[in-house]
């Protein structure tokens, strides 16, 4: 899916590896729903996704840890030995802490527990992408981009949309706002393709969830103007 926002990264390209077949084509169309991210392909064993890694070069894989043959944690281990820094988002039923302390020794982005929701995954997905931008390119980072880079899922994945919004359109609005870094909801209802008053209600819940800041901008005549500005991901409260 291509996102509508002017935005200068292209999508990120996306491997899906389960060996079930039906939920790889459930988190395929997880992937495909949010906007900046596309999937170029799906494993069913270790040894496929070690393959179709190098072979198509994604920018993430999303990665299970009961594979019939390698296991997601060898799988991982496996592409870090070769110096692959591919992002990786575990996503499986294992629990076992040893499990996760692998995950994480690994570099793992992040670690989901099946089954989840479409909103769990979207979380992490704009969370991946918001690191994967905040050091794109070859210029010095500074304080607030290594913090993006670093910080885990923040609040905004923990508090629930207000009914009524969707996690699509809610992902939307999230990128537009960090895009621009301020803007009306006047100015994220043009970037979106949404109605105003919608365009506020999802900026009023980025407010509530942390991912943003609102102040008022006075001048002229009439109500002063709500300005929306994009909260640094280690500025974000949990």
């Known amino acids: 899916m291509t996102d509508p926002v002017s935005d200068p990264v292209p999508d990120l390209r996306v491997l899906v590896v389960d060996d079930d077949f039906m939920v790889a084509s459930i988190h395929t169309r997880f992937v495909e729903r949010t906007p900046g991210f596309t999937v170029v392909g799906q494993a069913a064993t270790g040894a496929a996704a070690l393959t179709e890694v190098e072979r198509l070069r994604p920018d993430l894989v999303l990665l299970d840890v009961h594979l019939p043959d390698l296991g997601g944690i060898e799988v991982l281990r496996r592409l870090r030995a070769r110096g692959d820094d591919v992002g990786v988002v575990v996503v499986t ?75 699509e359109t809610a992902a939307l609005v999230a990128a537009a706002l960090d895009d621009a870094g301020e803007v009306s909801a006047t100015e994220c209802a043009a970037a979106v393709g949404i109605s105003r008053v919608s365009a506020r209600r999802y900026l009023e819940h980025l407010v509530t969830a942390s991912r943003a800041t609102v102040r008022l901008q006075y001048g002229g005549a009439g109500r002063p103007e709500r300005r929306y500005t994009a909260r640094p991901t280690g500025q974000r409260t949990t």
């Not at 570099?107 to 909103?119: I, N, Q, S, T, W």
């Not at 704009?126 to 981009?145: M, N």
């Open 93 to 167: 039923a294992a629990r076992e802490a040893d499990t996760v302390r692998a995950a994480a020794a690994g570099g793992a982005a992040h670690y989901l527990v099946k089954p989840f929701e479409y909103d769990d995954l979207v979380a992490r997905l704009v969370a991946f992408r918001a690191a994967h931008r905040a050091l794109a390119g070859d210029h010095p980072a500074d304080q607030a981009e290594i913090d993006t880079a670093f910080a885990p899922v923040g609040r905004a994945a923990r508090v629930p949309l207000p009914k009524g919004l969707s996690p």
